[in-house]
Structure formats: structure tokens, C-alpha cells
């Protein structure tokens, strides 16, 4: 028989009163005799994380974590935001399957004869990246870790004013850090970014670095003013509402990157966003509120139901510190909608300064990943 994932998550007044509940929790039914664990703490409990690991590596005699601190963490139907909790993920993974690796911080730790090792051995074709929001250029390496083995990240940036640690076996800090799965495992990813398009995609004709003249021919600012009628919207684009989203090149999905709208010249009927674009690149304007943020969720969870071979075993969810309650209107909904739509899956998860899909990073994003 296959061994079942488990989770749980907690809250209360201190790190000991959170990591014995977990415990409790954990052991109402036997745990996996091999197991990987994933621990995410809120930043009231950023400080105690190594008391938390130690405890609950104790407790439940699992060797190998990791995980790291959000301004909110999550699991099934339920999210955390400014009070001590902690949720965990225990997945019944054999030690031989993964590989767990401190954090990259420079390209020349990409050469480090343990990682290379394990790519050689797992050739993973899937990994989870936790990153330091105090170490911005340790994050160039992402693009670089995801061509090692071709392996699809997912994850997020930890949140911390007192700095941000992480978990690898261990806890540590700065670059990015994770774990590495052998090729057979089987997950599905989806990625939801809490935006609804309000028109089609546009070819850039005339633009570069961050400033965009023209679309299709037609002046840059004429074609948002169109579209921003046409969404039946009174707010002008100073609201915060509306973005420019940058279409991937070569994603069979119509995956996008958000960027912001930065400013406009009515003179010269240009626009400003905030990312590079270049004549050729493809463009189209969406809408980020309440509303989109739900639409689009929902439409993600269904695409990804499509996809699933069976029930999924275990989740992983990453999300933005600009989501949960700014966006969904409590601090539950979220996860509410997610449970509603997939089941009460175990799951855990965090709320982060920025989420990672592939081998890139989002705003604004819900990073969903299943175990199959």
C-alpha cells in the first residue's frame, strides 16, 4: 500500500505551544517511515524556526526538512497572517528519491560537487526553490539551476524584517535553497496571477527598454484608452488595476509575465511599463482585482483538474503576500476556493515576497503544485 501524505497546521500563542500542537496533530495516524518534511512559520515565529525544527524532528523522527518563513503560511481551507503558526507537509518520499541543497549563492555554488552529484544521479525534471529577499543577486542564478537537468522550479521568496531563514536540513540563509526530486515524480503545476484580460494580444512595433509607442501600428496610448473603455471600467489606469502582461515566448499555455504601468505621454501617445520590451515582443492588458483574482483561480484549478491522471496525494502552494486578504477579502478564501474546487488535500504552503514557476519570478501569483 502507498504511503499517505500528511499535514497540519496550527497557530497559538508561542513556538512551543504551535510545534506541539503539530505534533498532536501528525501523530493521530502512523507516519512514513522515510519522509521528506516541509515547514513554513509565520514571521512572528521567524526567530524560533530552529526550535521548531529541532522539536519536531524529535517528535517525529523525520531526518530530512525544508521550508522557510511568509508573512502568512497556509494549508487546507485555512491561512495564517500576523499571529505565530506554522503548517506542515510530511510526504512519504524515500531518502534516495531527493536531494536537499543549501543555498546557491553565486554561480560558482552551482559547481558544488554534492549538487552535481545528485543531478547526475536524480536527472530531476522538478524541484522546490526557497530564496532570500536579502540577497537579490544570489536570484540570478534561477534561470541557471532550472538549465541544470532541465528541471521545472517552483517556490517562492521567504519574508522576514529580521532577516528570512530557510530550511535545508537545517537552517540557513542568503541564495536560493531547496530540494531536488528524482525524474519518476509525478506532480502537476498550475499558476494562477489574479488577473482577466481585457483585449487581445498586441505586437509591439515600436518600443524599447521600458517605454512601448506603438502597438500593431497604432499608437501605444490610443490602444490602452480603447481597451479600457471597452472593459466598462470609470477608473483611469492610475488605479492600479490595469497591467501590461509580456507574453512568454514559445509557452504552448499563453503563460505571461505582469508588469506594471508606470506612466504615460499624451503628447506622443507612448506608454511606460515597468520591464524591458522590445519591437517584436507581444503585449496584452489585463485587469488585477477581486473579481480576476477569484476568475482567474477557479480557471486555473479547472485546467489543472483536467490534467490530473487520478486524486492528487499531497499539495504545495505558494503564494503572493499581495494575495490572500488584499485580494480574495479574508484571509481564508483563497484557500477556501482552492479546497472547494480540489478537495481537503494535504497541503502546506506560504505567503511570499515574490513566487517562481519554471524558471521565473511572479507577482501577484499563485503557484499550485500536486503530487500525483
Not at 138 to 146: C, I
Not at 267 to 288: C, E, L, P, W
Request: with cysteine; aromatic share 6%; net charge negative.
Amino acid at each position: 500500500m502507498t504511503a499517505e501524505f500528511r499535514a497540519a497546521h496550527a497557530s497559538g500563542e508561542n513556538w512551543a505551544s504551535v510545534a506541539s500542537e503539530l505534533a498532536d496533530l501528525l501523530e493521530k495516524e502512523p507516519l512514513p517511515q522515510q519522509a521528506l518534511a516541509f515547514l513554513y512559520v509565520t514571521e512572528a515565529l521567524s526567530d524560533d524556526i530552529s526550535s521548531i525544527l529541532t522539536f519536531l524532528r524529535s517528535r517525529l523522527s523525520i531526518e530530512h526538512w525544508t521550508g522557510t518563513v511568509g508573512i502568512g503560511v497556509c494549508g487546507s481551507g485555512r491561512a495564517y497572517f500576523g499571529v505565530p503558526a506554522a503548517s506542515v507537509l510530511i510526504a512519504p518520499f524515500a531518502s534516495d528519491t531527493f536531494h536537499i541543497f543549501e543555498p546557491i549563492k553565486t554561480d560558482r555554488d552551482l559547481d558544488e560537487p554534492d549538487l552535481q552529484k545528485a543531478i547526475d544521479r536524480l536527472q530531476p525534471i522538478f524541484g522546490l526553490v526557497h530564496g532570500d529577499p536579502g540577497a537579490p543577486d544570489s536570484l540570478g542564478t534561477l534561470s541557471e539551476l532550472a538549465r541544470m537537468g532541465s528541471t521545472y522550479l517552483v517556490g517562492g521568496i521567504a519574508t522576514g524584517e529580521r532577516g528570512a531563514p530557510q530550511l535545508a536540513d537545517r537552517v540557513v540563509d542568503g541564495g536560493l535553497s531547496g530540494v531536488l526530486f528524482e525524474a519518476n515524480t509525478s506532480v502537476q503545476v498550475g499558476i494562477s496571477q489574479a488577473c482577466t484580460p481585457i483585449g487581445p494580444v498586441h505586437r509591439v512595433t515600436d518600443g524599447r527598454e521600458g517605454v512601448i509607442s506603438t502597438l500593431d501600428d497604432r499608437p501605444a496610448l490610443e490602444v490602452l484608452k480603447q481597451e479600457l473603455e471597452a472593459d466598462g471600467s470609470e477608473h483611469s489606469m492610475a488605479s492600479g488595476r490595469y497591467h501590461a502582461a509580456l507574453m512568454v515566448p514559445g509557452s504552448d499555455t499563453g503563460d505571461f509575465v505582469v508588469r506594471n504601468l508606470m506612466g504615460i505621454d499624451p503628447h506622443n501617445h507612448m506608454i511606460a511599463i515597468s520591464g524591458d520590451v522590445q519591437a517584436g515582443d507581444a503585449v496584452r492588458f489585463v485587469r488585477r482585482d477581486g473579481a480576476a483574482a477569484e476568475q482567474d483561480l477557479r480557471r486555473m484549478l479547472t485546467e489543472l483538474q483536467k490534467r490530473l491522471p487520478g486524486k492528487p496525494r499531497g499539495a504545495l502552494y505558494c503564494s503572493c503576500v499581495a494575495r490572500g486578504p488584499h485580494l480574495f477579502g479574508t484571509e481564508s478564501r483563497e484557500m477556501m476556493i482552492i479546497r472547494d474546487e480540489l478537495g481537503d488535500l494535504p497541503l502546506t504552503g506560504f505567503y511570499g515576497n515574490g513566487e517562481i514557476c519554471n524558471d521565473r519570478f511572479y507577482g501577484y501569483t499563485g503557484v499550485l503544485t500536486l503530487f500525483i
